[in-house]
């Protein structure tokens, strides 16, 4: 009866400001917030009787999920008491919270004990788990449509950002990630080691996602969970070709599921760029119908096996972050998407400011793909065009460098991991400063990793298909003489640590790359070399 008056009371007053500030707002009655304190008591009262349980739930029940701030205060006692591998019991709780000074705040030593007299058997405490997390919902959806409904009243607020902005804390919500915002470093450290051991007893396994590429995953361990990758070069240079080889590298031989929003390219030309990869039948030869009976069954096979690829294609055209998130959203709960990629940067669409300018545009657009990975928690690899400064310097010294990202510094700033893609015989360089020829090859630089160390991986490029091959090259071709050596003898003998040897029908296997061709609506001979874009 007293903490109902005493709620009544502070929502009382709240309704009072909020007269004040909101005239049309008014408060239909005092009510308590959606609680459950006794079976909160419970499940303190099951956790001291039968510890073992703390184990089950430190993953699934949080501090912030107890009504009662004594009750919560208890249960980070526990937590934290269970963490050191310490005995939990109604002794040892009391001991920490009056070493910590609350024991008083909490009820004394009498309730604590009160707690585990309370309860009998522990059978019932997962049950009784998701009702206080029902509890909590309910509450933070009051908390959050009462904000949404105060920021509504706004005049100059957004309203396209308003929705996005609640829809992505729906989304929040729902995946209870509310509760996990704030960890305590024992907790932090602890999750961060349980990775690192099972890192450890599977050698073979990436702590990312896989890109395919094997020199670009020895330096990267994989697209990392809530980084956004930047992959930025002039046109022609092959980025939608580079980015489609990783999508199905991911998707059929990783069984990872992925998102790919293309803002230039029709989902049409899109499959049929992989048709004709994955069946290799020239797009020319698809476009006229005019296939030999072998190619026609090369292509049905080829449509069986992509059929089976979890790739999600969205050609929506004049999309901005906003609603590449809420698509992003609605993916991740459905299907359970691993990666997104989208094509390209800077063609998403931003509303228009009055004393806007492109720059702070395109810095809206990376922070919010930045903060798009770290809510889903997962990778997002952003296409993007480099400036023209490139062209305007000496052939020798048009290898890309961060400087060249177009339009914004802030790309560089918010990137986990910023890749280039630089093919030398396009500008006319005919060797690698090792004397490698240049013909047919490809540099993928990494020139920032936020994470790890920067470094290139050197594969081959099919200008006639306009299709990346892996072969697993760990040489680094700028690199001279016997620092070119060490270089590649530090680097195979990692390989070798992290990964296995494979046999060359592996290998022969492995490198046998998916073919991702030039623009379908262009027309080339078949002895002159196709633009990749």
């Known amino acids: 009866m007293a903490e109902e008056i005493e709620a009544s009371g502070i929502l009382n007053e709240v309704s009072k400001r909020s007269r004040k500030e909101r005239p049309t707002i008014t408060v239909q009655g005092a009510r308590l917030p959606p609680n459950a304190t006794e079976i ?23 501090p912030a999920h107890f009504y009662d701030p004594k009750n919560a205060e208890i249960y980070e006692a526990i937590q934290k ?4 591998n310490s005995v939990v019991d109604t002794t040892t709780v009391v001991q920490y919270l009056a070493e910590a000074e609350t024991l008083g705040k909490v009820g004394g030593a009498r309730r604590i004990a009160s707690l585990s007299l309370a309860i009998s058997s522990a059978a019932s405490a997962a049950g009784h788990v998701k009702i206080i997390i029902q509890k909590y919902l309910q509450r933070e959806v009051i908390r959050l449509c009462s904000e949404t409904q105060m920021k509504a009243y706004e005049a100059d607020e957004d309203v396209d950002e308003l929705v996005e902005e609640m829809e992505g804390k729906l989304f929040e919500l729902s995946e209870y990630k509310l509760q ?144 590449i998130q809420a698509k992003c959203r609605r993916l991740k709960q459905q299907k359970g ?60 010294t048009r290898r890309p460098i961060l400087s060249d990202l177009r339009e914004s510094g802030s790309i560089e700033q918010d990137a986990d991991i910023v890749m280039f893609i630089h093919r030398p015989e396009k500008y006319g360089i005919l060797e690698f400063k090792d004397h490698v020829l240049t013909e047919g090859k490809a540099e993928l630089i990494i020139a920032k990793h936020r994470n790890g160390e920067t470094g290139s991986a050197f594969v081959d490029f099919d200008s006639h298909n306009a299709r990346f091959v892996d072969t697993r090259d760990l040489v680094d071709h700028n690199y001279e003489g016997n620092e070119n050596e060490k270089k590649s003898n530090s680097d195979q ?41």
């Open 81 to 84: 008491l269970a963490n050191r």
């Open 337 to 396: 998407i691993d990666i997104v990629f989208i094509d390209y940067l800077q063609l998403i669409s931003t509303p228009a400011t009055k004393n806007g300018n492109r720059e702070q545009e395109v810095s809206k657009i990376s922070r919010g793909l930045k903060a798009m990975a770290k809510e889903l928690n997962i990778p997002v690899v952003a296409l993007a065009q480099l400036s023209r400064a490139i062209e305007g310097r000496d052939s020798k």
């Open 493 to 533: 003998k990692r390989a070798a640590y992290a990964n296995p040897p494979i046999s060359e029908e592996e290998q022969g296997e492995e490198t046998h790359d998916i073919q991702s061709r030039s623009n379908d609506e262009l027309e080339y001979g078949d002895d002159r070399e196709q633009p990749a874009f």
């Open 180 to 323: 996990r915002d704030v960890l305590s470093m024992e907790l932090a450290v602890r999750q961060t080691m349980d990775e690192l051991t099972e890192l450890k007893e599977h050698p073979d396994m990436y702590s990312g996602v896989p890109t395919g590429f094997y020199k670009l995953d020895l330096i990267t361990q994989g697209f990392q969970k809530g980084d956004l990758v930047v992959l930025a070069a002039r046109p022609s240079m092959g980025k939608t070709a580079l980015a489609m080889t990783m999508a199905m590298s991911m998707s059929l031989d990783k069984k990872k599921s992925v998102a790919f929003f293309s803002l230039e390219m029709p989902t049409v030309a899109l499959v049929r760029r992989l048709l004709s990869a994955e069946a290799k039948v020239d797009s020319k030869v698809l476009r006229s119908g005019l296939m030999r009976e072998e190619e026609e069954m090369a292509l049905w096979q080829a449509a069986s096996r992509l059929m089976n690829a979890s790739i999600y294609l969205d050609d929506s055209q004049n999309m901005g972050v906003g609603e």
């Open 40 to 62: 909160e008591d419970l499940v303190l009262g099951a956790l001291l009787i039968e510890p073992t349980l703390i184990g089950e739930l430190k993953d699934y029940l949080m």
